[in-house]
């Protein structure tokens, strides 16, 4: 009994050193043979599957490709964008759906044929009978009235198509508004580096200006490394944008659909004066989004589909009046003989007791009504906070493109009077680099104040729900009159 034990010891511990690692895959080990080591993974025995390929430009935008507009941007993000396409399939399935819940109020027909064979054994001094048959039976159902659960879970499909319509609306807005934003940080990130480009001219100006003067003896050797050191920032600050522009291009080409490393451009619009005034009260904007912000529309629509869905919970407890009936005709096998047979039904369903389980769906249905409302109202007063929000960000962006295009040319003037001095003698270089970076952030101020304008713009337009496809909105603006370049 000793040794049987001591066998049966030793034959796991055997079994134990062979499979001490759970079971592999495709021969390979299950897991890492210990927490500090790789996990191999088994070899492919079958050809990896070709990556589907990249998505590429539209033929119609193709050939300039090296100039883009915002409306070509747009279009191309709209074409490629996955967001897009999902809410569009979903809108098409929820149209398919309300197709199919509208069937309810046809009969349901179906045909159905049987061949039959039987053979019975004599018994009690009944001869044995064998008779083989078959026949078509035609099947009729048709649900005549049933106190609103019918027009109940139609009314529901055609609240939740209407939904899928108005939430594929608003993901096409959210899609223009991430491309405007996108397109426009590449714009100001590319007019940044030119501003700075600017700045590291001037500033070579400035070193060469300081070496003149130090070898006539005029300066000394500190105003010399001083300009260099002015040289240096601002060529490390205009390598910084370089890197930050191929980001913004990359993140560009992304909002569109495209692999980060196609090749397009797009060029800098003309430093024109900007359409700054908005006539459009913040009144109206909120009255318009309230009405005609896809996303709230769907809410309210999601809302009507779960008051539908109260209707169908109240009448599975109601009657329910439903008429049938069956035409058959059966043939014999080797008899000429046939015979037909129908039936007519009228099929009153009153349903009498389910554990109460139908006076708690009602509430069910109720509650999940009422929290639908709530959040379609919590939605409203969100949308009128963005629009007021968005309206008043627009205005003070109004006000930073004013105020930094004064900045500009305050700043470009002290820049030359601190340079002429400086040539002249009379000033220090202390005294013209300070108004050089002064300079330059003033450039970089008015850059960033003029896209970001435009961002405000689109952003309005959105949180009124009235941004178009080209990135274009039907707000009321008008020129400024201040003269701002």
């Not at 055997?14 to 210990?34: D, E, I, M, R």
């Not at 009235?145 to 096409?172: C, K, P, Q």
């Amino acid at each position: 009994m000793k040794t049987t034990s001591l066998a049966c010891v030793a034959l796991a511990g055997l079994l134990l050193g062979c499979f001490g690692n759970p079971p592999g895959v495709a021969g390979v080990a299950g897991t890492a043979p210990a927490p500090n080591v790789f996990w191999t993974p088994p070899p492919q025995r079958e050809a990896a599957s070709a990556p589907a390929p990249l998505p590429a430009l539209p033929p119609d935008l193709a050939q300039r490709v090296q100039q883009l507009k915002l409306a070509d941007v747009i279009d191309i993000a709209l074409r490629n964008n996955t967001a897009t396409s999902v809410s569009w399939a979903q809108a098409r399935a929820a149209a398919a759906t309300y197709g199919a819940a509208k069937g309810q109020y046809y009969p349901t027909i179906s045909l159905d044929g049987t061949a039959t064979a039987i053979k019975t054994a004599p018994t009690g001094g009944r001869s044995a009978v064998q008779q083989q048959f078959y026949g078509p039976t035609l099947n009729l159902s048709w649900l005549l009235f049933d106190f609103g659960g019918r027009s109940g879970s139609i009314g529901e499909a055609r609240e939740a198509l209407l939904a899928a319509n108005w939430t594929h609306n608003a993901t096409v807005q959210n899609v223009v508004l991430a491309v405007e934003q996108a397109y426009f940080q590449y714009l100001g990130t590319k007019a940044l580096l030119a501003a700075q480009q600017t700045t590291l001219k001037e500033a070579q100006t400035n070193l060469d200006a300081a070496n003149q003067r130090h070898q006539v003896g005029l300066a000394t050797i500190a105003d010399v490394l001083q300009a260099k050191t002015a040289l240096s920032q601002a060529q490390l600050a205009l390598e910084s944008t370089q890197g930050q522009l191929q980001t913004a291009r990359g993140a560009l080409a992304l909002s569109m659909g495209l692999p980060a490393n196609i090749p397009y451009d797009i060029g800098l619009p003309s430093d024109t004066t900007l359409p700054l005034g908005i006539t459009d009260s913040v009144d109206a904007l909120i009255e318009r989004a309230v009405r005609e912000r896809p996303d709230l529309a769907a809410a309210r629509a999601q809302v009507r589909a779960a008051q539908a869905r109260v209707s169908v919970a109240r009448s599975q407890a109601l009657p329910a009046l439903t008429v049938g009936g069956t035409d058959g005709e059966t043939y014999f096998f080797n008899n000429p003989t046939s015979g037909n047979s129908y039936t007519a039904t009228l099929t009153l369903q009153i349903p009498l007791f389910s554990g109460w389980s139908q006076i708690y769906n009602v509430k069910a249905a109720a509650a999940a009504a009422q929290a639908a409302a709530q959040q379609q109202r919590g939605l409203e007063q969100q949308v009128i906070y963005q629009v007021f929000n968005a309206y008043y960000e627009l205005r003070t962006a109004t006000q930073r493109v004013r105020t930094s295009s004064d900045l500009l040319a305050s700043a470009t003037q002290s820049e030359q009077v601190a340079l002429g001095r400086y040539r002249a003698g009379a000033g220090s270089l202390l005294d013209l680099l300070t108004a050089e970076g002064a300079l330059a952030d003033a450039r970089a101020q008015s850059i960033q104040a003029r896209f970001s304008w435009y961002v405000a713009l689109g952003q309005l337009a959105h949180d009124a729900g009235i941004l178009g496809l080209d990135g274009g909105s039907p707000l009321h603006v008008q020129p400024d009159t201040t003269g701002m370049r």
